[in-house]
């Protein structure tokens, strides 16, 4: 039986809330966090390394009164996907001219900026930005609001180079590079061949700390193994989800096509507490399982069989496996700098985690 332990959760949900992207060092010090965990509990796990690709920049520079100044651009173009509408090319060519009155089209320069302010000014075609301590919370809030101006950092020595006016060409240059990521792959003691299989994803937004998305999703499947290891459960933390899924096509490939594990289930733990956040909906697949468990939940919630958006759960809903996800609408500050501990529903959290438990219970009788 599994009986959610809230005080645990919402302490692991403190110990990870911090930018996480995948195949970063925070990445990896939260891997390190986890292990530190789960060994304490007997149980097993390993590591599935992967290559993916990651698209950077290699140049970036501006040319100002036949000067070439390099400088360095906050856009994190793994993020920005070309379907979201943000620029017809990953690489960025302007021409235009220097000035911060917001009635002009133009290129704004500041010695400092909140990145909130830049979603504001509806006239900015660039920023170019002195002394910016965090650039990838600027790329996050312009993400989350889908709004992309490109904007770059300068150093200190090259301000005298800019003066109102001033004819401005800002280039940036991209290539694909390949890199290496990682699932974390947690097993029970109860190793039979048809598992239920809980996944969350570890890595988070650029510079979003992700308690919601998707820190609640690894704290309770950490208290789900912790609690259950003699159930027959395999527990992944997937990485690059924020990238396209990249960690659980990676895993069901290798495992579930390729070795032949047949889930039982599979849970997918993933957003749906942040303060605001609209009523609870839960996705079961197949519908005559939906139509079996729909009664163990509350009456208001919804209950559906459509298996939607960009989650880790299509990979494996693309093959048939039955499906839960308890869910909810997000008031988008998920993939934002917003999405912080102090922006947790406490009282959503309690109920995600019952309808879970809920789930699981009905899954071992």
Same mark, same amino acid.
């Given at each position: 039986m599994y009986q959610p332990d809230i005080e645990f959760i919402r302490e692991m949900i403190k110990k990870l809330s911090f930018p996480r992207v995948a195949s970063s060092d925070d990445e990896r010090k939260a891997f390190?966090?986890?292990e530190n965990e789960i060994k304490k509990y007997g149980l097993d796990f390993e590591y599935q390394f992967y290559e993916g690709e990651w698209r950077e920049?290699?140049?970036?520079?501006?040319?100002?009164?036949?000067?070439?100044?390099?400088?360095?651009?906050?856009?994190?173009?793994?993020?920005?996907?070309?379907?979201?509408?943000?620029?017809?090319s990953y690489d960025t060519h302007i021409e235009s001219f220097l000035s911060?009155?917001?009635? *002009?089209?133009?290129i704004r320069f500041y010695n400092f900026i909140e990145p909130r302010d830049i979603?504001?000014?509806?006239?900015?075609?660039?920023?170019?930005?002195?002394?910016c301590a965090d650039s990838s919370q600027i790329a996050c809030k312009q993400l989350s609001m889908e709004k992309y101006i490109p904007c770059v950092l300068i150093s200190n020595k090259d301000r005298e180079y800019f003066r109102e006016?001033?004819?401005?060409?800002?280039?940036? *240059?991209?290539h694909i590079?390949?890199?290496?990521?990682?699932?974390?792959?947690?097993?029970? *003691?109860? *190793?039979?061949?048809?598992?239920?299989i809980i996944g969350a994803h570890i890595d988070t937004f650029v510079?979003?700390?992700?308690?919601?998305?998707?820190?609640?999703?690894?704290?309770?499947g950490i208290d789900i193994m912790r609690q259950c290891g003699n159930e027959n459960i395999w527990m992944i933390l997937f990485t690059g989800e924020e990238m396209g899924r990249l960690g659980s096509i990676d895993f069901v490939n290798r495992n579930i096509i390729d070795d032949g594990v047949k889930p039982k289930i599979y849970m997918n733990i993933d957003s749906g507490i942040e303060k605001g956040s609209g009523g609870i909906q839960i996705t079961i697949t197949p519908k005559r399982l939906a139509d079996k468990m729909a009664n163990l939940f509350e009456k208001e919630y919804i209950v559906?069989?459509?298996?939607?958006?960009?989650?880790d759960a299509i990979p494996f809903h693309e093959l048939g496996i039955p499906i839960f996800w308890s869910w909810a609408n997000s008031p988008y500050r998920a993939h934002s700098i917003d999405d912080t501990l102090d922006n947790i529903d406490q009282n959503q959290l309690c109920k995600m985690a019952e309808n879970y438990s809920l789930a699981l219970n009905h899954l071992f009788s």
């Open positions: 390190a966090i986890v920049s290699y140049e970036a520079y501006l040319m100002c009164n036949n000067r070439r100044i390099d400088v360095t651009s906050t856009m994190d173009y793994n993020f920005m996907n070309l379907e979201w509408g943000f620029s017809e911060n009155d917001k009635a *002009k089209k133009a979603c504001d000014d509806l006239n900015a075609v660039a920023f170019i930005i002195e002394n006016n001033d004819k401005i060409h800002l280039n940036i *240059k991209t590079t390949m890199r290496s990521f990682r699932n974390m792959i947690i097993k029970s *003691k109860n *190793k039979s061949v048809a598992p239920i510079g979003s700390p992700g308690a919601s998305d998707d820190t609640f999703g690894v704290a309770i559906g069989n459509d298996v939607f958006s960009s989650n």
